[in-house]
């Protein structure tokens, strides 16, 4: 699960923060009678529109939203403003009570803590997690105030995070197999389980329609993932995929799909322990079906299946608040074609420029600058694997890979009719022929609601250098703006539209100087059934400009 993210607009100022957490209160009061019943475990989507919805009432829902994105802009803003508050910690009473007020599920945590303690654990909490479970404009309201279905799972409560680096990892229950459930378990009278066979063109089509029509979107619905056919065979067919962890529901009338989940096997390393387990993704509902209490039940059937199985951990992400993520990561955006995302609505003009200085300001050259620099070959895969299982030992939260994982991940091998999903380049040492480099960025569009227009977006995913290695940073530094550089170039040559990047790995490095704005979406990382202290790599951590955030780098991509 993911969230959608565009760049953001300038910070606002205290004051700003002030009126909008006014507005946002107010919003909540008016909501108060709101019935919307939507899951805990849906992905954070406006429902569509009833039949016959009134323009007012369309005008109201959007208001909302608005709303919203402003108590969004008033307090993340800039990383760079210094008068902006960093945690809830920095908030006055006043400002944390109202934030409280409109994030329900929080207030309701912190109400059970002792006192003593939950300025304690202001500290540690990023204003992020205040504002993705905010209840303005009706989005989760219900589920985030009661957590009643995360109550019953195995997973970390916000008490638990109080705690800190007391946690001592490990397991949160231990399953007996024989008690497993060997039968699904029951879904709302009208709906059936079905086990989506991926090789089946077919199906697979039909879990891409569902997903282009009603997966992420951004909080003001103008921007929706438009995951590809390609991609999604790349995605959910890693090494050891099983066609029993992809999981869909049908109506019993139509045998319409109308929900879906999915998962497959990994290895991640967890400072030093290593876990067998599951990454959960593209949990999605059909918008008509969001009241009918699914996404509870395909997570249930999910976890059962993988219990099955043997595994007993999962890692999943999501852009809202659940109890309760090991980090979080801040969507950052480096626009390739400013005058594309301008004319959408991705990008705005900041005040004071034109939109001739923007294009000037994100020109890129023709070509690569790094010697050696060429894209990576099958037989380079036992190198880089060497080079990336030696560059993931720095941080405390990994995926473990081998030499059939690099190869599905890094050179995916396609067939000829399927569009190219990752691109993956190395430096080689032409005397020696050792790989002292490598980087790659992966393909995901995401749809213009109500226009046929797509943003191409290159997600930078892997990458390592030797760099990491030195004692001095300085070098890493320059090193990776280098590489960067020349990620951005190969990017714009392949027709893409922006790169995005999260707040982790050793990305702080080179985010401003390679010009990246910072986007308005956040990533919270979660485990299940695995209790560990909070993981370094996310906005809760540190001071984006801070470059002291390297001597604790902790979370890599996922």
Not at 154 to 172: C, H, M, N, Y
Not at 213 to 231: G, K, L, P, T
Not at 275 to 289: R, T
Request: hydrophobic share 40%; glycine share 6%; aromatic share 8%.
């Amino acid at each position: 699960m993911s969230e959608e993210s565009k760049e953001a607009d300038a910070a606002a100022n205290l004051e700003a923060l002030e009126d909008a957490l006014k507005e946002a209160k107010q919003a909540t009061a008016e909501d108060a009678g709101d019935e919307g019943d939507s899951s805990a475990g849906e992905e954070d989507e406006q429902p569509a529109p009833a039949n016959g919805e009134s323009a007012a009432a369309g005008a109201a829902k959007k208001k909302k939203r608005s709303k919203k994105k402003k108590l969004k802009q008033a307090i993340l803003g800039s990383v760079k403003s210094e008068s902006m508050p960093k945690t809830a910690a920095d908030l006055t009473s006043d400002q944390l009570n109202a934030l409280l007020d409109v994030n329900p599920a929080l207030k309701a945590e912190v109400n059970a803590m002792d006192p003593k303690n939950v300025q304690e654990m202001m500290k540690r909490l990023n204003l992020a997690d205040l504002l993705t479970g905010l209840s303005v404009g009706g989005k989760n309201k219900k589920d985030m105030a009661s957590y009643k279905f995360w109550q019953t799972q195995p997973v970390q409560t916000f008490q638990d995070r109080e705690k800190g680096s007391a946690i001592e990892d490990g397991p949160l229950k231990v399953i007996d197999i024989d008690r497993v459930r060997k039968e699904p378990y029951d879904l709302p009278d009208g709906f059936v389980y079905v086990t989506m066979d991926l090789d089946d063109e077919v199906q697979l089509k039909e879990v891409y329609e569902l997903l282009v029509n009603h997966y992420v979107e951004d909080d003001e619905a103008m921007f929706r993932f438009n995951y590809s056919i390609s991609f999604l065979n790349w995605a959910l067919k890693a090494p050891g995929w099983t066609k029993e962890w992809h999981i869909g529901v049908r109506t019993t009338g139509s045998n319409k799909l109308v929900a879906f989940i999915s998962g497959i096997p990994m290895s991640i390393r967890v400072r030093a322990n290593i876990l067998s387990c599951s990454e959960i993704n593209f949990l999605c509902i059909h918008k008509k079906l969001r009241s009918k209490r699914l996404a509870p039940e395909l997570i249930k059937e999910v976890t059962r299946r993988c219990y099955i199985a043997n595994v007993y951990q999962a890692i999943y992400t999501g852009g809202v608040i659940l109890p309760t993520p090991v980090s979080t990561c801040r969507y950052f955006h480096r626009s390739l074609d400013w005058e594309k995302l301008f004319e959408v609505g991705f990008s705005p003009l900041p005040p004071g420029s034109t939109k001739t200085r923007q294009v000037s300001k994100y020109k890129l050259p023709t070509d690569p600058l790094t010697p050696n620099l060429r894209p990576m070959k099958r037989e380079d895969a036992k190198q880089v694997l060497d080079l990336l299982t030696r560059y993931l030992q720095r941080s405390d939260l990994t995926q473990m890979f081998n030499k059939e994982e690099v190869v599905h991940w890094l050179m995916y091998q396609q067939r000829p009719s399927d569009e190219q999903v990752v691109w993956s380049y190395v430096v080689e040492d032409p005397e020696t022929k050792k790989i002292t480099d490598f980087f790659s960025f992966y393909c995901l569009e995401s749809t213009v609601i109500g226009k046929n227009k797509v943003v191409r977006a290159a997600y930078l995913f892997y990458y390592a250098t030797d760099a990491a290695f030195q004692d001095d940073k300085k070098v890493l530094k320059v090193r990776l703006n280098a590489l960067m550089k020349d990620a951005l170039i190969l990017a714009k040559r392949a027709k893409f539209d922006v790169m995005n990047a999260l707040t982790l790995m050793d990305n702080p490095l080179f985010l401003e100087e390679q010009k990246f704005g910072a986007g308005d979406g956040q990533l919270h990382y979660y485990l299940f059934n695995y209790r560990t202290a909070p993981i370094a790599g996310g906005i809760d951590q540190r001071n984006q400009a801070d470059e002291k955030f390297m001597d604790g780098v902790g979370l890599v991509m996922l």
